[in-house]
């Protein structure tokens, strides 16, 4: 299986051909992924912290194209987070590195979009 190339060279037409593909997949795990909430969840902060991150983003997001997809994303990456001590811990460990250090690139405050 060829491998992508990360950073500047990346081959787009090769990402282009596999996102039909991811897309796929994230519409066929959304009819089976609950959405977490405050009830279905080990309420642990940091998993009700996520759902009311995820919460807020989706009230101001505006591209229903992108929306469901995102969604599944978001959801299963809580439910993870929560039911799952490794992914909790390695999600942990980016929340202690983006803390520690820079975000050197930040795009413009409000993303495209955006609704306030």
Avoid: C
Avoid at 97 to 115: A, F, H, S, T
């Amino acid at each position: 299986m060829p491998r992508f190339n990360v950073g500047p060279q990346m081959d787009f037409d090769k990402f282009e051909k596999l996102k039909p593909i991811i897309v796929k997949l994230l519409r066929f795990a959304s009819k089976y992924v609950d959405v977490p909430t405050y009830d279905n969840t080990t309420r642990s902060k940091n998993t009700l912290r996520l759902i009311e991150i995820r919460d807020e983003f989706f009230q101001h997001l505006d591209n229903d194209t992108r929306d469901r997809d995102l969604r599944v994303i978001i959801d299963i990456g809580i439910w993870l987070f929560d039911y799952d001590s490794p992914y909790r811990k390695w999600i942990d460990w980016w929340v202690i590195k983006l803390r520690e250090g820079e975000w050197p690139e930040i795009l413009p405050k409000i993303p495209y979009n955006w609704k306030e």
